[in-house]
């Protein structure tokens, strides 16, 4: 798979893909992760790529030039499957969302930055918009952080055990069960007897258990859902 982002501030987007899991995805070249700075599509030699709102108000606004130039460059390049414009009035990012963009091939992913993207490219270019949740972030950088990782981590053969993800919380609509590691006796706080055992029948039944508890005591809401 691979990703463009377009972003004014690529910095905040350097380290993220560059350590453990995102790391070996790219690594394997089983994930490509480009980010672009918006200004080298600037209006003017300032680099400028905002400008005031129309009818007044605080806060600049993202220029359609830029960023209609960017995408059409870009999209000459390779047929996206989305453009994704991150913004906190998109649709709320989940696991569905995240197994649903990991079966594409090409994605882009607009940041906005101050008062967001003029609404014509979200008309014109943009073909999904995803927020990571119900808060304001500074910009959609970290958010277009947060969905490559979920989304990267998905991606076939990215996971050691390549069966792991499907164990994550919120597939099958689930949280996933607690976990332990040695000691097994820390300050006396044991851990449950089931995972001595070796009965690995026993074992899965005893997390598919927990994960329904954990799930009706904090999230009933999510098994609700299909
Ligand atoms: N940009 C600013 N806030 C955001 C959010 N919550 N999700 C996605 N993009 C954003």
């Known amino acids: 798979m691979r990703i463009d982002i377009l972003s004014v ?9 560059q350590h453990s899991i995102m790391k070996r995805a790219q690594e394997k070249g089983l994930l490509e992760v480009k980010v672009h700075q918006l200004r ?18 605080a806060g600049m606004v993202i220029m359609c030039e830029p ?3 960017a995408i059409e460059e870009l999209a000459a390049q390779r047929k996206y499957d989305e453009i994704v414009y991150l913004t906190p009035d998109g649709e709320t ?9 990991s079966l594409k091939e090409n994605l882009l992913l607009i940041c906005g930055h101050y008062k967001g ?19 304001v972030l ?18 076939p053969g990215v996971l050691n055990d390549e069966t792991s993800a499907l164990f994550d919380s919120f597939q099958d609509n689930l949280l996933a069960p607690p976990v332990y590691t040695r000691p097994e006796d820390f300050r006396g706080w044991k851990i449950p007897s089931v995972l001595k055992g ?8 005893w ?12 999230r009933p809401d999510i098994l609700k859902e299909d």
């Open 67 to 69: 960023l209609a130039k």
């Open 9 to 17: 501030l690529p910095e905040l987007l350097e380290s993220p893909f």
């Open 198 to 205: 070796g009965d690995h029948k026993k074992i899965e039944e």
């Open 138 to 155: 500074s910009g959609g950088e970290l958010a277009a952080a947060v969905l490559v990782d979920t989304i990267g981590r998905l991606l």
């Open 117 to 135: 993207i003029d609404e014509r490219i979200r008309e014109h270019f943009v073909t999904k918009e995803i927020s990571i949740g119900d808060y």
């Open 207 to 218: 997390r598919h258990e927990q994960s329904i508890i954990r799930t009706k005591k904090r």
């Open 93 to 101: 990012l989940n696991q569905k969302t995240a197994n649903t963009f």
């Open 40 to 57: 080298k599509w600037a209006v003017n030699e300032y680099g400028q790529v905002d400008d005031y709102q129309y009818g007044g108000g």
